[in-house]
């Protein structure tokens, strides 16, 4: 009987061992707070199943913050990012939610601000010289003016939320060059794109400037923009029409939350 009882003796010590060890284990820490800002790229215009709560903000449950926050459950969530947003509609009513305590920021902005929508209604509705000269003048814009207007945009998220690490979205390219699309001409599509790069360019500078990590979406994208044939995004759209030349849902998950991903 005692190689019995000195066995069970030795069961009931290990199990009270491992039983102690798993209460003072601690459960699994949350993720990092989390706060989303920016425009219509950011919101998930394009996305679908829009939160009805956001209004004409056209938040998407399928857009990547949400996509980030689902797979990192953070210790606290807001998104205030909004259709049609510009720099200053960030600093003066979306920053709310940011404190010391906020560990993740990310952020989509700057294509209102250069009349990223403008550009695209003359291009879509004018001739190859208007929208050459329409993205020009956006262009100037963005390399000489929204400098200073990301500038302000950028202090004030630091100066909210001193400890986080922010992540500043660009903005893919509209168009694949070099094949037959039916509907906008070629010299459209390329000075489209360029746009872009010129836009992402100065976004990608005045980030560093501050210590934000820039994620460039734009090889993301590659070969799923517009006349690729595996579009993420979406042309002309009758109705909603401010989901027009927005991304997919599938642009969401598999272009922009993969980017925000990787530099989180």
């Given at each position: ?21 798993a209460?003072?284990v ?7 707070s989390?706060?989303?800002l ?7 215009n394009g ?10 903000c ?5 857009a990547?913050?949400y996509?980030w926050?689902?797979?990192h ?5 807001a998104?205030?990012?909004c259709?049609?947003?510009?720099t200053?509609?960030?600093?003066n009513?979306?920053?709310g ?8 920021v990310?952020?989509t902005?700057?294509?209102n601000?250069a ?6 209604t ?6 190859d ?9 956006a ?15 950028y ?14 979205l ?13 509907g906008?001409s070629d ?7 360029e746009?872009?790069?010129v ?5 990608s ?5 501050h210590?934000f990590?820039?994620g460039?979406v734009?090889?993301?994208?590659n ?7 595996d579009?993420w ?5 009758v109705?909603?029409?401010?989901e ?5 849902a599938?642009?969401h ?8 991903n990787?530099?989180?």
């Amino acid at each position: 009987m005692r190689p019995t009882k000195s066995l069970s003796a030795l069961a009931t010590l290990g199990f009270a061992t491992l039983l102690s060890f798993a209460l003072t284990v601690p459960a699994q820490a949350a993720g990092p707070s989390y706060v989303a800002l920016g425009d219509s790229y950011a919101a998930g215009n394009g996305a679908g199943n829009y939160d009805s709560a956001s209004g004409n903000c056209h938040r998407s449950f399928s857009a990547y913050p949400y996509l980030w926050k689902n797979a990192h459950a953070p210790s606290a969530f807001a998104d205030t990012s909004c259709s049609g947003a510009v720099t200053t509609d960030v600093t003066n009513s979306q920053l709310g939610p940011l404190n010391s305590s906020t560990g993740v920021v990310s952020l989509t902005i700057g294509g209102n601000d250069a009349g990223f929508s403008d550009v695209m209604t003359t291009c879509v509705t004018g001739s190859d010289t208007d929208c050459v000269n329409r993205v020009n003048q956006a262009e100037s814009y963005a390399q000489n003016t929204l400098p200073d207007r990301l500038d302000a945009t950028y202090n004030a998220i630091r100066a909210k939320a001193p400890n986080a690490k922010v992540v500043v979205l660009g903005y893919p390219h509209v168009y694949t060059l070099g094949v037959f699309c039916v509907g906008l001409s070629d010299t459209k599509h390329r000075k489209i794109d360029e746009a872009s790069d010129v836009l992402d360019s100065v976004i990608s500078s005045r980030a560093a400037a501050h210590g934000f990590v820039f994620g460039d979406v734009r090889s993301a994208f590659n070969g799923h923009e517009l006349c690729s044939g595996d579009d993420w995004l979406h042309s002309l759209v009758v109705s909603p029409s401010w989901e027009s030349y927005h991304p997919t849902a599938n642009g969401h998950a598999s272009g922009y939350y993969p980017v925000l991903n990787a530099n989180s």
